[in-house]
């Protein structure tokens, strides 16, 4: 279980022990500018503080949709108990910090690769409890992002890959994490006709814990601010929270000592 070292002294937080006048230890790392988690709490009355960054590659436009991310932070403070900031911007694979993320989103549009090293590095993440969300910004089938982001994961997990499944009628645990939904939401691909794909992929790691999400429904473009795309979704954002709340419960990347899971 991740520890938390403690950062500036001061401020709001969720106080889960110390002595009077002494931060506790999600004060501090609340306080500081560490990636990770630290949860409380029993079942879907979660609490805690989640700090997030996004992935960072190579070639492709990595930083596509820049106001998604602001806006999932903002939102998922205003509507759970869990207080959500973005540290550090991006992460690359290879970065020693890599594990304090249980948590990492990818997205974008165009062609890209991966360095051996950052194969290893995935690898290793994924199996060490670490959670990955793919955002096809393009939301179709064969279309550049998708086609390298789907080489890259059979490049990193190899016959594990074909073991990719569709939610639903897969992941039930992660449809009703917090919210309930019967399938994952409309995305940016309902923008333009009927939906293609009225479900996302996962791959296992192990057998039970859902480690990676692949999208094609370019969530993030709904989650842009209105004035961008034109779009507001607040399905989508509680999506993402579920995402996150099934992230931050299941993967031993979190520090959850005085969380129970029902």
């Avoid at 009077?20 to 004060?27: K, T």
């Avoid at 996004?54 to 903002?74: A, E, H, K, L, Q």
Wanted: net charge negative; proline share 6%.
């Amino acid at each position: 279980i991740a520890r938390f070292a403690p950062g500036k002294v001061g401020g709001e937080g969720i106080n889960i022990g110390g002595l009077a006048g002494e931060l506790s230890e999600a004060e501090a790392f609340a306080l500081s500018d560490e990636p990770g988690a630290i949860i409380m709490g029993r079942g879907k009355d979660i609490k805690g503080y989640f700090h997030i960054m996004r992935v960072r590659y190579s070639f492709g436009d990595f930083y596509t949709d820049p106001t998604c991310f602001p806006n999932i932070v903002d939102y998922v403070t205003r509507h759970t108990n869990i207080k959500m900031r973005i540290v550090g911007n991006f992460v690359r694979l290879t970065d020693k910090d890599l594990l304090k993320n249980p948590f990492l989103f990818i997205a974008g549009h165009q062609h890209f690769a991966f360095s051996e090293e950052e194969r290893r590095a995935l690898r290793n993440y994924l199996y060490a409890g670490g959670f990955l969300y793919s955002d096809d910004c393009n939301w179709q089938l064969g279309n550049p992002y998708d086609v390298c982001i789907r080489a890259e994961l059979r490049a990193t997990l190899g016959a594990l890959y074909n073991k990719l499944y569709n939610i639903p009628p897969g992941g039930q645990e992660l449809l009703h994490a917090y919210y309930d939904f019967d399938q994952p939401p409309v995305g940016h691909d309902g923008s333009f006709g009927p939906v293609k794909y009225p479900f996302v992929q996962a791959i296992n790691i192990p057998d039970t814990r859902i480690a990676v999400i692949i999208s094609n429904r370019d969530h993030g473009c709904t989650m842009e601010d209105p004035a961008v795309h034109g779009t507001y979704f607040p399905r989508t954002f509680q999506w993402m929270i579920n995402c996150i709340v099934y992230a931050l419960t299941t993967s031993p990347l979190v520090n959850m000592k005085d969380y129970i899971k029902d």
